[in-house]
């Protein structure tokens, strides 16, 4: 990939953390807990995506 390239992925993820943090500021604080307490599991389930997507590689 160019360096172009690069900063254009760049610019795009954090537009997407941008568009996030806003709609979170939009939620309830009931809302943004349960989010936090869902942190974990959304972390194993990543990880489980990337092993799988490693697997599928080799």
Do not use: F, I
Request: glycine letters at 8%; zero cysteines; a negative charge.
């Amino acid at each position: 990939m160019t360096e172009a390239g690069a900063a254009y992925v760049r610019a795009r993820r954090r537009a997407g953390v941008e568009a996030y943090e806003r709609l979170v500021g939009e939620l309830s604080r009931d809302e943004v807990e349960a989010l936090v307490a869902a942190l974990p599991a959304l972390e194993h389930l990543a990880e489980l995506e990337s092993r799988d997507g490693e697997g599928s590689r080799q």
